[in-house]
């Protein structure tokens, strides 16, 4: 069965930062991309970044590009989000999710996703 | 980018009835749009992909059709899990994370 579950989500001051975790399994992790996907509290889901099977590749979306790093330990079955110089409209709850892609097109939809962790920036 | 553009917003429906969810894309997006049902506090869950392809485990009363810029959720007989809100994303265009819909909100009539 396969399980995402995302953790280190908490309460942070704008400007400050958090790490976010997703523990993967019951899956081969290095055979896939992984992404996270946000959804602020009562609104819909925004993609926020994603990363290939070996870590080569990330993306970004503009409104996190240059604020937030993504990454993975393949020999933890590890993905990571550093968020960097947080703001209040990054407040939502942060989705880890398996991507796929037809072909070669480098653009996905995503076929599991963890139950989330919160991220709330406040003063 | 794409913008993606659900209606209706919210969809009464009496359970055994059939409900028709739409969603249209503001450019092409060929075949390349999924669907998510989401119920309270759980995670999104994959219905179908490729516009009409269903995902692994994904009972025979959901369905997805159409190509380019409009595109159908029908589910053909609601049963009471069914009660959810429902998402379309395209991935046929950046950001590679493709596009969401705002979601439809399925509810008891």
């Known amino acids: 069965e396969v399980q995402l579950v995302e953790s280190g989500g908490g309460v942070v001051r704008p400007g400050g930062s958090l790490r976010l975790s997703c523990a993967a399994s019951g899956f081969t992790f290095d055979d896939y991309g992984m992404s996270w996907v946000r959804q602020a509290p009562g609104k819909g889901l925004e993609w926020v970044s994603g990363?290939?099977?070996?870590?080569?590749?990330?993306g970004y979306a503009d409104s996190v590009k240059g604020r937030f790093t993504i990454s993975r330990d393949n020999a933890k079955n590890s993905l990571y989000l550093q968020m960097n110089s947080l703001r209040a409209e990054d407040t939502a709850l942060y989705h880890c999710?398996?991507?796929?892609?037809?072909?070669?097109?480098?653009?996905?939809?995503?076929?599991?996703w963890g139950q989330g962790t919160l991220v709330t920036v406040s003063s | 980018e794409i913008v993606m553009t659900q209606s209706p917003a919210t969809l009464s429906v009496s359970p055994g009835e059939r409900a028709t969810l739409s969603c249209r894309a503001s450019?092409?997006?060929?075949?390349?749009l999924a669907w998510y049902q989401q119920k309270p506090g759980q995670a999104p869950r994959l219905l179908i992909y490729?516009?009409?392809t269903r995902a692994t485990g994904i009972p025979a009363r959901f369905s997805g059709s159409g190509s380019g810029t409009e595109f159908t959720l029908t589910i053909s007989s609601l049963q009471s899990e069914d009660f959810a809100v429902y998402y379309c994303?395209?991935?046929?265009?950046?950001?590679?994370?493709?596009?969401f819909g705002g979601g439809t909100k399925v509810e008891i009539k």
């Open positions: 450019q092409s997006v060929s075949s390349n």
């Open positions: 990363i290939n099977w070996n870590g080569g590749s990330t």
């Open positions: 999710a398996r991507a796929r892609s037809p072909g070669s097109s480098g653009i996905y939809y995503f076929d599991y």
């Open positions: 490729g516009a009409s």
């Open positions: 994303q395209q991935y046929n265009n950046w950001p590679p994370g493709g596009t």
